[in-house]
């Protein structure tokens, strides 16, 4: 392949978004863990890290350091291979899903008419790392971690997939870019196209369901410590406890950037119309917004995080079984007679 070949330059700008948005996100975990602190001693009247750099700023760097130089020990017993692949298993998938998410007009690493599908069906293999963790480790206590963490992505799997389905009906499309399009309004009440409003069952069963999918807080019952010491990464140290961690928090930008995307009209600006051949300005201003929408998703995990308590074992089944999946087949079932009745809203709004 040569620079004259024409499929050269398509191949290196889809490698470049690649690599930026995989840089941008890996420096984003960092900065991220360290607001998470910063808002976490705001909630509880504390001073949160002050000692490395001005105002703790490098924490996050001495934390790295850390556990970059901590000893990393593998289990008597344990399966040594899948051991060693469990945290990259939750790892990779939370970056491959991101890649299909618009991050701005025509910014996305790849770009494909069956984006919510891929990004579904990647998304679920974040199980088998959890799964796996907890079966080679040789130890109980991460044994039944991985096991709870299996059946709680699997449930809520099921009434996220749901929620989802009811934007597909609305649309009429998969394809991000097309649900995005269609969540922008050209009046002053055009926030209420965004399908955060036009299917609210859907967004807030999604919204549980993605708390429950990253395993945070109020439902993050795979790693209790009180039951179960760590959960599923209780044998890991060093570098590889780093991964799960990592994964942890790339995964809740994930699914913040797909709440984003689905519910709260993605990288499109209220009241600025879309234009058919963007700018730069153009691009940079759809960052921008996309990039508000999700530190305000992000700071709201943190928030509910340091604010409830966590849910018992069997609270956390009852309510993926027994309210979302048939809340999410309701409304599944409202969104099929408003489609068919031809209403506008779920629920006819007065203005």
Known sequence: MTITDPVFWPFAMAVLKAVIIFAVILHIVPGLVYFER???????????????????????????????????????????????????????????????????????????????????????????????????????????????????????????????????????????????????????????????????????????????????LPFDLPECEAELIGGFHTEYSGLKFATFFMGEYIAMITMSGLMVTMFLGGWSVPWIEIPTSPTFGDVALSVVFFTIKLMLLLFFYIWVRWTLPRFRYDQLMNIGWKVFIPLSLVNLGLTAVSGVMGWNWLIPLPW
Do not use: C, H
């Open 38 to 216: 910063r808002i976490s001693a705001w909630i509880q009247d504390r001073i949160g890290p002050n000692r490395v750099g001005p105002v703790g700023l490098l924490q996050p760097v001495a934390d790295v350091i850390k556990l970059a130089f901590k000893e990393d020990l593998t289990p008597q017993g344990s399966d040594k291979w899948i051991y060693r692949l469990a945290p990259f298993l939750v790892y990779a998938p939370a970056i491959l899903a991101f890649a299909v998410i618009p991050v701005g007009m025509d910014l996305q690493v790849a770009s494909f008419g069956v984006g919510v599908i891929f990004l579904l069906t990647i998304s679920s293999f974040s199980v088998y790392g959890l799964a796996f963790g907890g079966w080679a480790s040789n130890n109980k206590y991460s044994l039944l971690g991985g096991l709870r963490a299996s059946a709680q992505m699997i449930s809520y799997e099921v009434a996220m997939g749901l929620s989802i389905i009811a934007i597909l009906m609305t649309a009429q499309t998969v394809d991000l870019n097309e649900i995005i399009r269609q969540q922008w309004g050209p009046s002053t009440l055009g926030l209420l196209e965004w399908n955060l409003f036009q299917q609210p069952i859907a967004a807030v069963i999604f919204l549980v369901a993605a708390f429950a999918e990253t395993n945070r």
